[in-house]
């Protein structure tokens, strides 16, 4: 990322791949604010999430809109293109492209036109779950491998005891190493799967995670990964509610802890009869719960995830008052996202203008 060898006009392009949840956009934002990174003296930093739909106009605004950290309102490729080559000409850029799906050689190049008139250093950095992606940005690609072993358990045991395993009962220690081959490497499910187990102190408890019929959900079948699904299962029921909710949000949406509570409360979410407390307390613990089960990521605003043992610490503390309500902004994984649409079974459905899907008769959330 910060190597002159590159010799031609072009922006060196390097692909970080892997699969979904192996932790390819944590890697992406560390390298994004990384001080080497700033050593480098980059002039331009932009990140932009990509997903499925490549559509050459709608990239090709997001990016010019990530660079000027503005809204544009451009109504032609032409003018787009022209703008942002203004804003990359002669200048040493990074963009992120985070999500990219798109094989089409033709597509990338007409996003490419105005990202070719930045000077030499200049860099994109594209995160995929396919080598094919990489090769069609003619990018030099970096695999992304699952976890080895130790590092697995370590990652697990953080959500899972707070770090401390030393008074671990022998035989939860010995279920647990099963629970975490189970989760392949993957440290999203690792997390997911600590976060749930974090509560439960029983040797029975334990064996019921790891006996589970959920183990051999077909991640192929439905694009769901067993480990989510099953801490979704073992949600209290007005926490799956309130999850299932989040299937309205788009793909890398940002949102506002104290918005979402808003409409859950609307929604009358909290069916709630203690008369000691409100119903945005009640929503605050509901949010917090599902927090701190790894549904949740909390995000700051140059898109770095921070540490979520170090998250939680500061939230045990109270130090988040009234007034920085607004500044607690947070993300969702997308497969996270996408088990929200898959356990929603349709009841909540979301569109964007140019699409023409038909609403399901169960929809009850638009």
């Excluded at 029975?204 to 694009?223: D, M």
């Excluded at 309500?325 to 088990?339: A, G, P, S, Y």
């Excluded at 609403?359 to 638009?366: G, L, P, Q």
Aim: hydrophobic letters at 35%; aromatic letters at 10%; glycine letters at 4%.
């Amino acid at each position: 990322m910060t190597s002159n060898k590159n010799n031609s006009n072009q922006p060196s392009i390097l692909s970080v791949v892997g699969m979904g949840g192996v932790g390819k956009t944590t890697l992406a934002q560390h390298v994004f604010n990384d001080p080497k990174v700033d050593e480098a003296k980059f002039v331009v930093k932009a990140w932009e999430f990509v997903s499925d739909e490549f559509d050459v106009f709608k990239i090709s605004r997001a990016i010019l809109e990530a660079v000027t950290k503005s809204t544009d309102d451009s109504r032609d490729m032409e003018m787009v293109h022209r703008r942002l080559g203004e804003k990359l000409t002669g200048k040493k850029f990074l963009i992120v492209l985070d999500d990219v799906w798109n094989e089409n050689k033709t597509k990338w190049e007409e996003v490419q036109k105005p990202l070719v008139l930045g000077v030499q250093g200049s860099r994109i950095l594209v995160t995929t779950r396919s080598k094919e992606v990489a090769s069609t940005m003619r990018s030099k690609d970096h695999s992304l491998k699952q976890l080895q072993e130790d590092d697995c358990w370590k990652l697990f045991a953080k959500h899972a005891f707070q770090d401390d395993d030393t008074q671990l009962d022998p035989k939860c220690r010995k279920i647990g190493m099963k629970i975490v081959k189970k989760c392949k490497g993957l440290p999203l499910a690792l997390k997911t799967m600590g976060s749930l187990l974090y509560n439960k102190s029983s040797i029975l408890e334990w064996k019921t995670v790891f006996q589970s019929e959920i183990w051999e959900f077909s991640n192929e079948c439905c694009g769901i990964i067993p480990s989510l699904a099953l801490s979704y299962i073992h949600l209290p029921s007005h926490l799956k509610v309130c999850f299932a909710y989040c299937a309205l949000f788009p793909k890398d949406y940002e949102f506002k802890k104290e918005s979402l509570i808003q409409l859950w409360m609307t929604e009358n979410f909290t069916q709630c009869h203690q008369h000691s407390r409100t119903p945005e307390e009640v929503c605050q613990q509901y949010f917090n719960d599902l927090l701190s089960r790894s549904f949740f990521q909390p995000l700051d605003e140059n898109k770095k995830v921070f540490d979520m043992q170090h998250f939680n610490d500061v939230l045990s503390r109270s130090v988040f008052q009234q007034s920085d309500k607004n500044k607690e902004v947070f993300v969702m994984h997308d497969l996270l996202l996408d088990l929200a649409n898959y356990v929603g079974g349709g009841l909540y459905f979301r569109c964007e203008l140019d699409q023409t899907e038909n609403i399901e008769k169960v929809t009850r959330h638009f």
